[in-house]
């Protein structure tokens, strides 16, 4: 098993995707961290050219959603992946069928990993923000308080915030504007709805996550 340094060192995206996909690998967020830096690295070689760039591409965004499961967790990865597969597409284009390059598969793969739907996200989001704040008034106070906890909240917060506004800066224009045939039958979605218009659901949570945020600061600025 490589040591994180020996990570570092790795130059070929057939190693490093053969690496990730052994069954033994840690469970170290500093090594998958190290690996996830490898990647994006060689992704952005595509600036200056690097030839293997593309490849390297697919390896990142591999590397990010084993690493979600295995050990960082969506708000470690889902705003690096969102940038990794817009990085990938302004590149070397759009690909239909890559779930790297296309457009479709990189927005259903991100509303997957939010809850699947506006709704359900947006509650989460709520919630989750309203517990890390208890908790870290908690801890403040000296009243115990767990600060791995608030940690978490924060990164998951601000990682899914992070990735739905690059999705609907980058992202939502690339999305198909008809809708797709077949309707609610064929694909789930309701008739006449476009990938499109569903993004555009999304996005307009980002003022109502907005509001919450705003709602909570002025209480503590009063104090």
Request: aromatic letters at 6%; hydrophobic letters at 40%.
């Amino acid at each position: 098993m490589p040591t994180f340094g020996e990570v570092h060192r790795i130059e070929s995206a057939a190693e490093m995707r053969d690496l990730i996909r052994r069954g033994d690998l840690p469970d170290d967020p500093h090594w998958w961290s190290a690996v996830i830096s490898v990647g994006q690295s060689a992704l952005v070689g595509a600036e200056s050219g690097r030839v293997d760039a593309d490849e390297w591409a697919s390896v990142l965004v591999e590397s990010l959603d084993v690493a979600a499961l295995r050990t960082l967790g969506v708000g470690e990865t889902v705003f690096r992946r969102m940038i990794a597969c817009i990085a990938a597409m302004h590149y070397f284009g759009e690909c239909t069928g890559d779930p790297v390059r296309d457009p479709e598969l990189v927005f259903r793969h991100f509303t997957a990993s939010l809850g699947g739907s506006p709704e359900v996200y947006f509650q989460r989001y709520r919630d989750t923000f309203a517990s890390a704040l208890r908790e870290n008034k908690r801890v403040r106070a000296g009243e115990g308080g767990d600060l791995r906890a608030v940690s978490a909240a924060r990164s998951w917060l601000d990682g899914t915030r992070g990735a739905l506004t690059q999705m609907c800066r980058e992202l939502a224009s690339r999305l198909a504007e008809e809708p797709r045939a077949g309707g609610l039958e064929r694909t789930g979605e309701e008739p006449g709805v476009s990938l499109r218009d569903e993004a555009a659901l999304w996005c307009a949570l980002l003022p109502q996550i907005e509001g919450v945020r705003s709602a909570e600061r002025v209480p503590q600025g009063t104090q």
